[in-house]
C-alpha cells in the first residue's frame, strides 16, 4: 500500500509576465524563495532523493539555492511545456510508486493538502482542482454528466462553453508512476501554443481505462500560482498571515499583526510582544518575554529571554543576552554579542563589538571593532576610532572601566579593568588599571576678555 513517493516539482519557465531579471521561481515570498517553499513541502512527504527538480532557467542559480536540500534536479534546456518539463524528469525518477507533480511558482498548498493528496494512492491519477469566480486563465475540468473526469482544456485552446467552466485545473497531480511514464510519450503539440500539455495526459490515460479523480479543495488560495509581481505581493501577504497566526496560537502577543513582517523561519519565545511594524527576518530566533518595539528590524538576530528592543533599533547578525535592553534608534550590524543585562541607548551603533554583562552605553556612541569587559560605561559621544584610512583596529576595554562623556579611543588601545578616562579625553595609548587617563587641553580662563573685545 505505501508505495515510495517522488515528487517532480517545475520550475524551468522563466515567467515572463514578472519582468525581472531573476527567474521567477528565485523570487522571495514569506522570506524563502518560491521553489525552496515548495522543495520544503515535497520533504514533507518524500525523501530528498526522491525529489527531483526541474530547472532550466538560470538553472545554476536555482541549483545553488536548491544544494542545501539534497534534492536532484534535470535539465530541461529548452521550455517546451508542462508535459516536456515532466518528461526530463523521467530518468532521474523512479519508475514505480507514486509521483506527485508540483510547480515551482504555486508555493501556498499546506503539508495536509499534499499529505491527503498522496494518502489516495490513486489507480491511475488524482488531480487537484478549485472552483474560482474568475478562472480566466486556468485550465478547466471537463466531466461527462455523470461526473467522471474526461480531459482538461487550456484556456487558449477552450471554446465559450468550455470556458463558462469555473472548476479549474491546479496542475498539481498525483500520478501511478508506471501509468503515466508509459503513456507520457503521446502527448503531442497539437494546440494553439505548439507546445507539449501535461494536462493532455488525462484524456490519454482515459482512453486505455485509466480514470483522473478531481479532488476539488475548499480553499482555492491554496493554489494560487504567480506569475506577476502582483500574484507575488498577494502570496507573500498569505505566507506572513500564516506565520503571525502561528506565532499568536503559540503564545505571542502581536499587536497589529497586519503591520509585522516575520520570515517562515524566525522563532519568537512565549508571551513575548511585538509591536506594530517590527520586521523579524532570516534566522531571527527571540526568546520568551521579550518586547520589540515598533518600528524595529531584527535580521538573523539572537535574543535571550526578557530582552526589550525599543522602538527603531536595528538588530543586524547579533546576538543578546538576557534582560538587556536596546534602542530607541539604536543599531547592532556585523557580529555584535551582547551579554546578559547590558544597556545599549538611543543613537549607539556597535559593529563586531562585544559587550559583557551588564555593560552600559546609553546615549549617542560609536563602538567599532571592540571587547568591552562586563559592568564598563561608555559615556555619552564616545567613539572607537577603529579605521586609520587603511585598516582597522581593536580596541579593548577591561572589566568596570569608566568612559568619560566624548571621549575619542584611537585605537589600537587598552583601557585596562577599573581605568577611569576624563570626559572629552583622545585616548593613545594604555590606560593601566586604576589609573586616570586624561588626554585634553587644559582650559584656559582670560578674565574681562569679553569686555575688552567689546570696547
Ligand atoms: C498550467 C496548466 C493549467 C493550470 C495552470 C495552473 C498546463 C499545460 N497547463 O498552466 O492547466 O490551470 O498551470 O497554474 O500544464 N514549466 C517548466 N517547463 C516548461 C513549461 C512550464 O518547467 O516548459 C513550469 C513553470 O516554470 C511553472 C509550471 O511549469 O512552474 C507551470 O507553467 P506555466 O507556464 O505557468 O503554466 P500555466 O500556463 O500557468
Ligand atoms: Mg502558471
Known sequence: MNSPVTVVILAAGMGTRMRSKIAKVLHRAGGLTLVEHVVRLALTVAEPENIVVVVGHQADQVRQTLAPYGVKTAEQTEQRGTGHALRCAQSAAPATGHLVVLYGD?????????????????????????????????????????GHVLAIVEHKAATE?????????????????????????????????GEFYLTDIVELLRVVGGKTHARILADPNE???????????????????????????????????????????????????????????????????????????????????????????IIQDSSVGAGSRLGPFARLRMHNVVGAIAHIGNFVELKNTTLG???????????????????????????????????????????????????????????ESGSYIAAGSVITDTVPTGALGLGRGRQVNKPGWVKAKKG
Not at 493528496?117 to 486556468?138: F, H, K, N, W
Open 106 to 146: 504555486a508555493p501556498l498548498l499546506t503539508a495536509e493538502t499534499l499529505r491527503s493528496l498522496v494518502d489516495e494512492r490513486p489507480e491511475t491519477a488524482t488531480v487537484l482542482t478549485a472552483i474560482l469566480d474568475d478562472p480566466t486563465g486556468y485550465g478547466r475540468i471537463l466531466r461527462d454528466p455523470d
Open 223 to 313: 493554489l494560487l500560482g504567480i506569475n506577476s509581481r502582483v500574484e507575488l505581493a498577494e502570496v507573500d501577504r498569505i505566507f506572513r498571515a500564516r506565520k503571525v497566526i502561528d506565532l499568536m496560537l503559540s503564545g505571542v502577543t502581536i499587536e497589529k499583526p497586519e503591520t509585522v513582517v516575520v520570515d517562515c523561519d524566525v522563532t519568537v519565545g512565549q508571551d513575548s510582544i511585538l509591536e506594530p511594524g517590527t520586521r523579524l527576518v532570516g534566522a531571527t530566533h527571540i526568546g520568551e518575554d521579550c518586547r520589540i518595539g515598533a518600528g524595529s528590524v531584527l535580521e538573523n538576530a539572537q535574543l535571550a529571554e526578557g530582552v526589550i528592543v525599543q522602538p527603531y533599533t
Open 161 to 193: 462553453a468550455q470556458r463558462a467552466i469555473r472548476e479549474i485545473n491546479s496542475g498539481i497531480y498525483c500520478f501511478r508512476a508506471e501509468r503515466l511514464w508509459a503513456h507520457i510519450d503521446l502527448i503531442g503539440t497539437n494546440n494553439p501554443a
Open 357 to 415: 554583562d551588564g555593560a552600559k552605553a546609553n546615549h549617542l556612541a560609536y563602538l567599532g571593532d571592540s571587547i568591552i569587559g562586563a559592568r564598563s560605561n561608555v559615556g555619552a559621544g564616545t567613539i572607537t576610532c577603529n579605521y586609520d584610512g587603511v585598516h582597522k583596529h581593536p580596541t579593548t576595554i577591561g572589566e568596570g572601566v569608566f568612559v568619560g562623556s566624548n571621549s575619542t579611543l584611537v585605537a589600537p588601545v587598552t583601557l
